[in-house]
């Protein structure tokens, strides 16, 4: 009877054993997942910043375009009043003069046009780059909620 007795203490603490390493498995899966989600979180904060800021460019570069879209307009207005001005202060004098005037007006107003394109393309590039970062991130921020969504 003794013998019976030691293999049935011997069984219980394999079985207790086992017990308790099933369970310190199952508290480092779930402070891993922990430790998941904080990371999770921390990436999504991190994602929505970012975008935030993206934003903000975004709308400083709308600013910044709608300024320099007047300053071009009041060139091309200024320039025709100028030119106005100059057709009449020079009909009592030679049509060289005038001509002169005329190349004159039509190269700074091509200068005025060149930086107006310029800088619409630069924004157009900045847009694209946004708008590719902007959907990478989404796709990110996407997924991550979805995983996060799925732990839970």
Not at 123 to 152: F, H, P
Request: hydrophobic share 35%; with cysteine; glycine share 4%.
């Amino acid at each position: 009877m003794v013998d019976e007795n030691k293999d049935d203490i011997g069984t219980g603490k394999r079985r207790r054993r086992k017990s308790v390493r099933r369970t310190q498995t199952g508290s480092l899966r779930h402070l891993s997942i922990v430790k998941l989600k904080q990371q999770l979180n921390r990436g999504i904060r991190e994602l929505d910043v970012a975008l935030n800021q993206q934003e903000a460019t975004a709308k400083a570069l709308r600013v910044i375009s709608s300024k320099f879209a007047k300053q071009v307009s009041i060139a091309n207005e200024t320039s025709r009043l100028l030119n106005e001005l100059l057709t009449l202060y020079l009909d009592g004098n030679s049509s060289q003069d005038l001509m002169l005037a005329t190349m004159q007006m039509q190269e700074m107003q091509m200068s005025f046009n060149l930086q107006y394109l310029m800088l619409q393309e630069n924004i157009q590039n900045d847009s694209r780059q946004y708008t590719c970062l902007s959907d990478v991130m989404k796709a990110r921020n996407d997924t991550t909620r979805g995983i996060l969504s799925n732990l839970k």
